[in-house]
């Protein structure tokens, strides 16, 4: 079935009701093998294929294939960037020629049939001088066992006359000590690339081509993409904020105390991690000397605990020093519970130690 018409998805980290709820669900999974029997051809081999769980405009889940993508094996080479500028294409070549003689001698199934391993080749510059090779690669498999580590050292010793001792695979999972670059750092990269955040949104242009549509036993829609197709929504602070709306608001204090304690809505807390945004260290060490000088004053009329009564310090005085705090009024209401809109974030390097309270 082809779908015509344009769609927005968003990534999707909770499995559905019918599927397996257990800490195997990925949203992004990354395999190397064919597309469903009914889009297959005669002249079908195995291409890069990944599998993202997302939501579409309607909330409703469905499940995306992306063709075409292909990952970063990103190495770190102790050479300098102007060396290298202008050889991608000649390290491509040699990195795909290393590999196919390599599998040429092994069974078919560990071959490509037009022997391309590597896409494509950008170099970047570090802070240390040395230079990132970003191999764009089809597969896992032929980044493991030093391969690609092997052919970039073959490269720069045959066309730079110089001799490394190793290049450093940068964007890789250590297990039992070694670096090994898996499916999952496919993925991974996946989600780096197309800047995959809990908030992003996506539109899936249709006039690139026709999407194909199929569905699970459990009736849900799987459409198969090129990456070509999927371009990022941008979205602004308050729109990336309201995705953290919370819809049952109360839910807490309702359970703990019985009554519903504080009442604010998402534009207060909106306006208050603004105003976050904008605090200097001066703020905040103004803040916590204020509830040091609030406990001290219950300590000194002897109202006890001196920390769950501040609103009960001062009263004179209370009024003109809830300026002090961090957003102008104090961190708690009326009656002592804590009020989310006046307590600013955690700061490093301000004294909060509660012995140097008193």
Known sequence: MKIR????????????????????????????????RQFATKNTKAEPILTWQ?????????????????????????????????????????????????????????????????????FDKTEGGQCLVNLFVLRSEDVRHYRTEEAIKLFVQSELNMSIDRAELVNAETH?????????????????????????????????????????????????????????????????????????????????FGRVEMQYTPEEMRDRDRQQMALSRERYERHFRELSRRIRWNLDHQIYPAHDNLHRADPENRLQMDREFAFTFPPFNDIGRPDARGIPDNMDGVETNRHALT
Request: aromatic share 12%; with cysteine; hydrophobic share 35%.
């Open 54 to 122: 997302c939501f579409d405009e309607n909330s409703v889940p469905l499940v995306i294939k992306v063709l075409g993508f292909r990952a970063r094996a990103i190495y770190s080479v102790p050479v300098e960037l102007h060396r290298l500028q202008g050889k991608e294409d000649i390290l491509r070549n040699s990195v795909n020629t290393f590999l196919h003689d390599l599998y040429s001698h092994q069974a078919f199934k560990m071959q490509l049939r037009d022997s391309i391993y590597c896409t494509k080749v950008e």
């Open 176 to 256: 039992f000590g070694r670096r090994t670059f898996t499916d999952q750092c496919m993925a991974d990269d996946f989600c780096k690339q197309m800047h995959v955040e809990y908030c992003s949104r996506y539109d899936v242009d249709a006039s690139f081509g026709s999407m194909l549509e199929t569905q699970t036993e459990e009736g849900m829609r799987v459409l198969f993409i090129n990456v070509e197709q999927l371009s990022l929504i941008e979205i602004n602070a308050d729109e990336r904020l309201s995705f953290f709306d919370n819809p049952n608001r109360g839910a807490f204090s309702t359970k703990i």
């Open 5 to 36: 018409n344009a769609m927005q998805i968003r990534p999707r980290y909770m499995p559905a009701s019918f599927q397996k709820q257990d800490e195997s669900f990925k949203s992004v999974v990354f395999e190397f093998g064919y597309r469903d």
